[in-house]
C-alpha cells in the first residue's frame, strides 16, 4: 500500500517549451501532494504543497507562474513546467499523504519514482 | 531553506559491518523520518518515528527518535551490497493548521558504499 507514481520518468524538450509531469496516488486518497526538484548529489528541495482542490502553497523563491500546479482531484496531482529553460533539467519528484491507511499515519509522505527533465 | 545536520557525508565499508548515521537539528521535529535512495529514483521510506524515545526496527535496520525531539540515528547491520544508496533523514512538524505542516526537512544525505 501507499504507492506513488509519476508520468513521464523522463523527458527531454527544446527550450521554450512546456513540460507536464503527472503524480497519482495509486491506492489511496491524497489529500496533500508536495513537489520536489533535486540536483545531482543533493538533497531534495522542496517546490510547492498542494491540497486538493485549492491554490498550491509554494516556497520562497519558487516562481509560481514559470511552475504550475493543479491537484484537481484526491488522486492526481500535475506540475507544468512552463517555457522550460536549460536551468530548469533537474530531477522532480513528488510526494503525497493521505488520511487513510499506511500513508494517513502521523502525514508520512510516500515518495513517486522521480521524473528527470533535460531542457535543449 | 532549512537543512537538518547529517552525518557522516559518506561511508565506505566492508560487506558485513555495521553501519551508523545521525542527524540533529536546532529545533523540535514531532516525527522523524528516514529514507533511502537508489540512483534515478525517488526515496523509499525506511522507518518512521513518532514519538520522542521510541525505537524502531525493520529488518537490519533500527533507528531511534532522540529524547530532545530534535536529533534521530539510524543503524544498520550486517550490511550488504544492497545496502549501497543515499539514506537521508526527514523531520516533520505535524501540527494541524499550522503553515508547516506535513512539511520534510530534509538533511543532507549519506552516501553508503558496500564493498563486497
Known amino acids: 500500500g501507499a504507492v506513488v507514481s509519476q508520468h513521464p520518468s523522463w523527458v527531454i524538450c527544446k527550450s521554450g517549451t512546456s513540460v507536464k509531469i503527472e503524480c497519482r496516488s495509486l491506492d489511496f486518497q491524497a489529500t496533500t501532494m508536495f513537489w520536489y526538484r533535486q540536483f545531482p548529489k543533493q538533497s531534495l528541495m522542496l517546490m510547492a504543497t498542494s491540497n486538493e482542490g485549492s491554490k498550491a502553497t509554494y516556497e520562497q523563491g519558487v516562481e509560481k507562474d514559470k511552475f504550475l500546479i493543479n491537484h484537481a482531484s484526491l488522486t492526481l496531482s500535475t506540475l507544468t513546467v512552463t517555457s522550460a529553460h536549460p536551468e530548469d533539467s533537474s530531477f522532480y519528484i513528488c510526494?503525497?499523504?493521505?488520511?487513510?491507511?499506511?500513508?494517513?499515519?502521523?502525514?508520512?509522505?510516500?515518495f513517486g519514482p522521480g521524473t528527470r527533465l533535460l531542457v535543449l | 531553506g532549512q537543512q537538518l545536520n547529517q552525518s557522516p557525508q559518506s561511508m565506505f565499508i566492508q560487506e558485513g559491518e555495521d553501519v551508523s548515521m545521525n542527524c540533529t537539528s536546532s529545533?523540535?521535529?514531532?516525527?522523524w523520518l528516514w529514507y533511502k535512495q537508489d540512483p534515478g529514483e525517488g526515496p523509499v521510506l525506511l522507518i518512521a518515528?513518532?514519538?520522542?524515545?521510541e525505537l524502531t526496527s525493520n529488518g537490519r535496520l533500527t533507528a531511534q527518535f532522540g529524547i530532545t525531539r530534535k536529533d534521530s540515528f539510524l543503524n544498520i547491520s550486517a550490511s550488504i551490497p544492497s545496502d549501497v544508496g543515499i539514506y537521508f533523514c526527514a523531520g516533520q512538524r505535524s501540527r494541524a493548521g499550522g503553515t508547516s505542516y506535513g512539511k520534510l526537512t530534509f538533511g543532507q544525505g549519506t552516501i553508503l558504499t558496500v564493498h563486497p
Open positions: 518515528l513518532y514519538k520522542a524515545g
Open positions: 510526494s503525497a499523504t493521505g488520511t487513510s491507511g499506511r500513508a494517513g499515519k502521523g502525514g508520512t509522505q510516500y
Open positions: 529545533s523540535i521535529f514531532n516525527t
